[in-house]
């Protein structure tokens, strides 16, 4: 921008000679005339300091009033750090627990319904037994004689038990086998280890 004489300007920075301070930033100085200076042409804008010398500056030396707001730095502020508010901060922690619990949830939820269901086949399968074994001593009271080796269900359904037992972990049916005394015993035909009385 060429200012002409008589224009009122600011200075954009200090300006020092000779380890003096001429020219401060925010300065308004008036520019006499217009000459460049034949050995550093871009000096052409003759103004005087409050001192009364006379001083040639160049174009970015200066600014005019009326532009000031365009030669503002061209950074923006930078905002202040800020922390998290405790709210926060709070939701961080709960939300970490949440997920933590619900990894922990699915990682010990089927194992807990694995033995839970574990435990119930076990006592099912006893209970089996007990009434197979009931059955068997209601047998000898009745007829005076153990029953025979073989199938449960063809020897004591549905006469003295209602219906046929399977062991719940297999499916598989009971088996009275011949034992010690002519008494016969019945096992689990899975042999799963507490499957037993």
């Given at each position: 921008m060429d200012y002409q004489p008589g224009s009122s300007v600011t200075i954009v920075s200090d300006i020092v000679t000779n380890n003096q301070l001429v020219f401060q930033k925010g300065e308004q100085v008036v520019i006499e005339s217009v000459s460049p200076n034949p050995q550093?042409?871009?000096y052409k804008y003759v103004v005087i300091s409050r001192t009364g010398t006379r001083y040639q500056l160049r174009e970015v030396d200066i600014v005019s009033q009326t532009n000031q707001a365009v030669y503002q730095?061209?950074?923006?502020p930078v905002p202040e750090k800020r922390g998290l508010p405790a709210w926060g901060v709070a939701l961080i922690v709960v939300g970490s627990l949440v997920v933590v619990l619900g990894v922990l949830g699915a990682i010990l939820l089927p194992a807990v319904?694995?033995?839970a269901n574990a435990n119930a086949q076990r006592r099912t399968c006893q209970a089996n037994l007990r009434t197979i074994d009931g059955a068997i001593n209601?047998?000898?009271a009745q007829y005076d004689s153990y029953p025979p080796a073989g199938e449960v269900g063809d020897i004591l359904v549905p006469t003295l038990i209602r219906l046929n037992p399977t062991?719940?972990?297999s499916g598989?049916?009971?088996v009275l086998e011949d034992g010690p005394d002519g008494v016969p015993t019945v096992s689990c035909p899975t042999n799963v280890a507490g499957h037993s009385i």
């Open positions: 550093q042409p871009d730095p061209a950074y923006a319904f694995s033995s209601t047998y000898n062991c719940p972990t598989e049916t009971y």
